[in-house]
């Protein structure tokens, strides 16, 4: 959806996995785990996190350190997913529920690449079962998963690229409003926000243009300038930015096809939009100035050449391409000139010209 690219997602597979109860007493290691088990649906919360980075690893973050170790082969994989596990259990707030801490190696058929997976269960019977098997408690929090989709409560997506950790990672916390993470999960992974929600609106902005320019002028009935008016002020009105919000902005602006083959291929250039500007899967606040009620452009060069337009309409019927002399090309593309007269010039616009 928006960290792992489209060829992670086709050859995504767990090479190895290790879960640790984490929350409550003393924290005691479990055995490491012989085999992967239940992957197929694990590989499904894998793609269900997979959101656009959000965050990126501060240079000292021991988190990171240890994953580059695992990565390079400097530290087993269980004893990593152990130190990991022990560091998120100490720094478990006390209003945190008990639950069950999972470290995945995943592989995407690219020897390059290693990728890694952190998820943190809710899951109170975990702690009951501490003396069962582990295919006797991964069966257990399956199911308490299937009945509770919210049992899911911290997850983080890091890739490693020819041993070395890239900065940006990806991070949910249902225990903050999306795409923040709580200061305790922002302690344990040593992350910095790399983006604040006008950045992000920015992106989304910026995105909506990408579409525009992507789909068929013949797939926007009103013309592009009226399809881009209306995606801005489906996502101005909106509480918050998200993908189906997008989308849905696109059918609408679209004229609500009924047809599904071009509703699907509108989809895709959404998404693909969005992922593109990093934004895939965030769900964030609508920032007012970004997305602020129809404004007004005004263009005058020093030949006293003057343009007004709506800045809605600039980049997509009005186009300015700046030189690095200073000189600029303006170009109008428009679907018919309205009126062309020529007016009498008045005393002070004689004057000014001179």
């Given at each position: 959806m928006g960290f792992l690219s489209d060829t992670e997602l086709d050859g995504l597979s767990i090479v190895r996995m290790n879960f640790q109860v984490v929350g409550e007493g003393a924290f005691t290691p479990r055995p490491a785990m012989p085999s992967v088990e239940q992957a197929d649906f694990f590989l499904g919360r894998v793609r269900d996190i997979d959101i656009s980075?959000?965050?990126?690893?501060?240079p000292t973050s021991e988190t990171m350190e240890i994953i580059r170790a695992i990565a390079a082969g400097d530290q087993r994989f269980a004893n990593g997913a152990v130190a990991l596990a022990r560091d998120f259990d100490r720094q478990h707030v006390g209003q945190s529920k008990a639950g069950a801490f999972f470290a995945f190696e995943l592989s995407a058929n690219d020897p390059a690449v290693k990728l890694y997976a952190l998820l943190k269960y809710d899951y109170s019977e975990v702690l009951t079962l501490r003396q069962s098997s582990a295919r006797g408690q991964l069966r257990k929090i399956v199911q308490a998963f299937v009945k509770d989709k919210r049992a899911l409560q911290k997850s983080a997506l890091i890739r490693v690229v020819n041993g070395n950790v890239e900065a940006e990672i990806s991070a949910t916390d249902r225990g903050a409003r999306s795409p923040s993470i709580t200061d305790f999960f922002t302690r344990f992974l040593q992350v910095k926000r790399e983006r604040d929600d006008v950045e992000?609106?920015?992106?989304?902005?910026?995105?909506?243009?990408?579409?525009?320019?992507?789909?068929?002028?013949?797939?926007?009935?009103?013309?592009?300038?009226?399809?881009?008016s209306t995606m801005r002020e489906a996502l101005r009105t909106s509480r918050e930015i998200s993908d189906d919000v997008v989308i849905n902005a696109v059918w609408v602006a679209a004229g609500r096809p009924n047809d599904e083959e071009l509703t699907d291929a509108l989809r895709k250039r959404a998404v693909a939009a969005l992922k593109k500007k990093k934004i895939s899967g965030l769900s964030f606040q609508t920032n007012s100035t970004v997305f602020k009620v129809a404004s007004k452009r005004k263009i005058r060069t020093v030949e006293n050449v003057r343009i007004e337009f709506p800045d809605s309409l600039s980049g997509v019927v009005v186009d300015t391409a700046k030189e690095a002399d200073g000189s600029a090309v303006i170009t109008i593309r428009t679907q018919q000139i309205a009126s062309d007269e020529v007016v009498t010039e008045t005393i002070g616009n004689v004057r000014q010209l001179t």
């Open positions: 980075a959000a965050f990126s690893f501060e992000l609106n920015k992106a989304a902005s910026d995105a909506l243009l990408e579409i525009l320019n992507t789909v068929p002028v013949a797939h926007w009935p009103s013309g592009r300038a009226t399809a881009l």
